[in-house]
């Protein structure tokens, strides 16, 4: 069975960074992307990065140039670098591995962006 576990969220300063890590477990086959997606307090979920199976990256505009997506395949983890965080990241961040035709998700980490 399929699984995802994200963790490496927590309450930082502005201006602080995180590393936030996705490892799978379990067999997946044909993975087209993955994604990190973000779930602010009262605001839908929303795409923050993908990357492909061959590295490719895409990011949200919010983003700004903040974010980096990365994976290691042999290990099965991926990770998203948030720099120079703002309160306005703050929200669950929830790991997707898409492997049409199937989604599987994370249970998500929390990151609180306060001073």
């Known amino acids: 069975q399929v699984q995802l576990v994200e963790s490496g969220g927590g309450l930082v300063q502005p201006g602080e960074s995180l590393r936030l890590s996705c490892v799978a477990s379990?067999?997946?086959?044909?993975?087209?992307?993955m994604p990190w997606y973000r779930q602010g307090p009262g605001k839908q979920r929303a795409l923050v990065a993908s990357?492909?199976?061959?590295?490719?990256?895409d990011y949200a505009e919010f983003v700004e140039g903040r974010f980096t997506i990365s994976k290691e395949n042999t290990k099965n983890i991926m990770y998203l670098q948030i720099n120079s965080l703002k309160p306005e990241d703050t929200g669950i961040y929830y790991c997707?591995?898409?492997?049409?035709?199937?989604?599987?998700w994370g249970q998500g980490t929390q990151v609180t962006v306060a001073s």
């Open positions: 379990g067999s997946i086959a044909s993975i087209n992307k």
């Open positions: 990357i492909t199976t061959d590295g490719g990256t």
């Open positions: 997707n591995v898409l492997a049409h035709p199937v989604g599987y």
